[in-house]
């Protein structure tokens, strides 16, 4: 009876607060995210935000989105640089550096892989000096690899009676929890102004009034630079792929926006979480709102490649001689990994999709396929700004130092000028390390002389139940890396299954990639100036 008269009384209070709430609305207890900023901005000494001071050569890392498989990809491949050491160097080395994270200017994230560049960037100091077996490496892989969602959605949410209250009576939601949880787990507190100046950190959401990228960053963005030309005085002016809103441009302190508040914008997926709020203290003519609401950063770019060109880009030294961009591209997408059939034919599922999940999962499938499309947009972006990507091209080591001997009228985003005229010892090169390029059927042909007597490569597999070697990858890993989840909740296997792919990845492919191009490279030294005069400042086209 007590046990009755108790759950009656639970159930009279939960009804009389719901329609207390629907009637009243919430309590609201929740401000968007930022403080303004008052005065201008020094261009010279832009406080609170820092300049970004690019070395001769430029390497940089690209985190794509894809949820846990995206977080956990994107450290165990940075934990793999590590265990290289200096073999994987671009350039000569300056007996200083470990290893190739050493030589890393800027990283770019979306979603998922922005818990994994934030906590990186925050220690990278740490991480970087570690060996790859360290305390620090593994605990920095455990964190990418928490249930987040059963956190989150379960255990902080629905075993906790405070939780609920806070839900039904005010305007706390599952956005909230989940950057709060994020900020506990991670980062302790940290603003972007305790990230280091180097490597600059770029965390890519989107803004969903404005329909353009969102960039969070401490370093300090020219939002008006890629802008189309013309695109003074009009209001809401159609926006291009090379476009973006930041910090800067809406005068907020980079101070008052946590790292959590940063990486949990750039992974809402639409439907599982909410918008994150920030202030607009800035201009309304060209992007409106008294407030931002940012979303996962995947719905604009969700390779991270288009801002780390534009910014790479803007602050190259125009006055830069043999100076080299190689960008690395870590992939956790799955989108035609296997091209025999759509996805719903390789899973299985297109007989009866149609009837099935029409509520939720149609739903994000549609947005997965989008966003797949933007992704397709972006490479062909990337194709137009005269950047060498090493998996478009069979050649693509030919093309580094292919010179035409002439300028042409060309987009803020071409690095063709700087090129021809010699700013540039080599074109850019992005060297993409995606689950698509380990299961492709000719991985292991080209790599297997440098995955030869491998003893962690022996164990990796064996952890994953292969027993006959490297020969077979795609049979054994195409419909395995297919199904690892994107919505944090990663199981013992598909750690296994990711750190094997990331060993292949760095110790293969990375790897040869590199040797490639430091053999270019050193060639293109040594080669004579162009005679080639063109303008390479992008700031005057």
């Given at each position: 009876?007590?046990?009755?008269?108790?759950?009656?009384?639970?159930?009279?209070?939960?009804?009389?607060?719901?329609?207390?709430?629907?009637?009243?609305?919430?309590?609201?207890?929740?401000?968007?995210?930022?403080?303004?900023?008052?005065?201008?901005?020094?261009?010279?000494?832009?406080?609170?935000?820092?300049?970004?001071?690019?070395?001769?050569?430029?390497?940089?890392?690209?985190?794509?989105?894809?949820?846990?498989?995206?977080?956990?990809?994107?450290?165990?491949?940075?934990?793999?640089?590590?265990?290289?050491?200096?073999?994987?160097?671009?350039?000569?080395?300056?007996?200083?550096?470990?290893?190739?994270?050493?030589?890393?200017?800027?990283?770019?994230?979306?979603?998922?892989?922005?818990?994994?560049?934030?906590?990186?960037?925050?220690?990278?100091?740490?991480?970087?000096?570690?060996?790859?077996?360290?305390?620090?490496?593994?605990?920095?892989?455990?964190?990418?690899?928490?249930?987040?969602?059963?956190?989150?959605?379960?255990?902080?949410?629905?075993?906790?009676?405070?939780?609920?209250?806070?839900?039904?009576?005010?305007?706390?939601?599952?956005?909230?929890?989940?950057?709060?949880?994020?900020?506990?787990?991670?980062?302790?507190?940290?603003?972007?102004?305790?990230?280091?100046?180097?490597?600059?950190?770029?965390?890519?959401?989107?803004?969903?009034?404005?329909?353009?990228?969102?960039?969070?960053?401490?370093?300090?963005?020219?939002?008006?630079?890629?802008?189309?030309?013309?695109?003074?005085?009009?209001?809401?002016?159609?926006?291009?792929?090379?476009?973006?809103?930041?910090?800067?441009?809406?005068?907020?302190?980079?101070?008052?926006?946590?790292?959590?508040?940063?990486?949990?914008?750039?992974?809402?997926?639409?439907?599982?979480?909410?918008?994150?709020?920030?202030?607009?203290?800035?201009?309304?003519?060209?992007?409106?709102?008294?407030?931002?609401?940012?979303?996962?950063?995947?719905?604009?770019?969700?390779?991270?490649?288009?801002?780390?060109?534009?910014?790479?880009?803007?602050?190259?030294?125009?006055?830069?001689?043999?100076?080299?961009?190689?960008?690395?591209?870590?992939?956790?997408?799955?989108?035609?990994?296997?091209?025999?059939?759509?996805?719903?034919?390789?899973?299985?599922?297109?007989?009866?999709?149609?009837?099935?999940?029409?509520?939720?999962?149609?739903?994000?499938?549609?947005?997965?396929?989008?966003?797949?499309?933007?992704?397709?947009?972006?490479?062909?972006?990337?194709?137009?700004?005269?950047?060498?990507?090493?998996?478009?091209?069979?050649?693509?080591?030919?093309?580094?130092?292919?010179?035409?001997?002439?300028?042409?009228?060309?987009?803020?985003?071409?690095w063709k000028n700087s090129f021809e005229s010699g700013a540039l010892a080599m074109r850019p090169l992005i060297i993409r390390l995606g689950l698509r390029d380990?299961?492709?059927?000719?991985?292991?042909?080209?790599?297997?002389?440098?995955?030869?007597?491998?003893?962690?490569?022996?164990?990796?597999?064996?952890?994953?139940?292969?027993?006959?070697?490297?020969?077979?990858?795609?049979?054994?890993?195409?419909?395995?890396?297919?199904?690892?989840?994107?919505?944090?909740?990663?199981?013992?296997?598909?750690?296994?299954?990711?750190?094997?792919?990331?060993?292949l990845l760095v110790h293969g492919k990375l790897a040869g990639d590199v040797a490639q191009w430091n053999t270019v490279r050193d060639i293109a030294i040594k080669?004579?100036?162009?005679?080639?005069?063109?303008?390479?400042?992008?700031?005057?086209?």
């Open positions: 009876m007590r046990l009755r008269s108790y759950l009656a009384a639970v159930a009279v209070g939960l009804v009389i607060v719901g329609a207390a709430r629907a009637y009243f609305g919430p309590v609201h207890t929740g401000v968007p995210v930022g403080r303004c900023l008052r005065g201008d901005i020094d261009l010279d000494d832009p406080k609170p935000f820092v300049k970004t001071d690019l070395p001769a050569t430029i390497v940089a890392i690209a985190a794509s989105g894809g949820g846990s498989r995206a977080a956990y990809l994107s450290a165990a491949v940075l934990r793999e640089i590590r265990r290289a050491g200096p073999d994987l160097l671009l350039g000569p080395a300056d007996g200083k550096a470990r290893s190739l994270l050493d030589q890393v200017a800027a990283i770019s994230s979306v979603s998922g892989g922005s818990l994994a560049a934030a906590y990186f960037t925050l220690n990278s100091e740490k991480l970087k000096a570690a060996d790859a077996g360290a305390r620090d490496w593994t605990t920095y892989l455990d964190d990418m690899a928490i249930e987040y969602r059963k956190r989150q959605w379960y255990g902080a949410a629905g075993l906790n009676p405070l939780a609920w209250a806070r839900s039904l009576t005010t305007d706390y939601n599952r956005g909230v929890l989940a950057r709060d949880d994020y900020d506990a787990t991670l980062f302790s507190g940290a603003t972007l102004t305790q990230l280091p100046a180097s490597p600059a950190l770029y965390i890519n959401a989107f803004d969903v009034a404005n329909h353009v990228r969102f960039v969070l960053s401490r370093s300090y963005i020219d939002t008006t630079f890629f802008q189309p030309t013309g695109w003074w005085g009009k209001l809401a002016a159609p926006q291009t792929l090379a476009s973006e809103n930041d910090l800067a441009f809406n005068r907020i302190d980079p101070s008052s926006v946590r790292l959590a508040d940063a990486v949990y914008a750039s992974s809402a997926f639409p439907m599982a979480y909410p918008n994150l709020p920030l202030k607009h203290c800035g201009s309304k003519i060209l992007f409106q709102g008294s407030q931002i609401f940012l979303a996962d950063g995947a719905l604009a770019d969700n390779s991270g490649l288009v801002t780390l060109l534009t910014e790479l880009r803007a602050d190259l030294d125009p006055d830069a001689k043999r100076s080299t961009v190689t960008i690395i591209a870590i992939d956790a997408s799955v989108d035609r990994i296997d091209a025999n059939g759509t996805k719903f034919q390789q899973t299985g599922i297109e007989d009866r999709y149609a009837w099935e999940g029409t509520v939720f999962h149609h739903a994000a499938e549609s947005i997965f396929g989008a966003v797949a499309l933007l992704q397709d947009l972006g490479w062909k972006f990337i194709e137009s700004s005269d950047t060498v990507t090493d998996q478009l091209s069979l050649n693509w080591s030919q093309e580094l130092t292919h010179r035409t001997g002439a300028c042409e009228p060309s987009s803020k985003t071409s380990v299961v492709n059927p000719d991985f292991a042909s080209t790599y297997s002389d440098r995955l030869q007597n491998r003893p962690e490569l022996t164990a990796l597999l064996a952890e994953n139940g292969i027993d006959d070697g490297t020969s077979s990858l795609s049979r054994h890993l195409s419909k395995r890396l297919q199904n690892i989840p994107t919505d944090f909740m990663l199981t013992a296997a598909d750690r296994k299954l990711l750190d094997l792919t990331a060993f080669t004579p100036m162009p005679t080639t005069t063109c303008n390479t400042s992008p700031r005057s086209h």
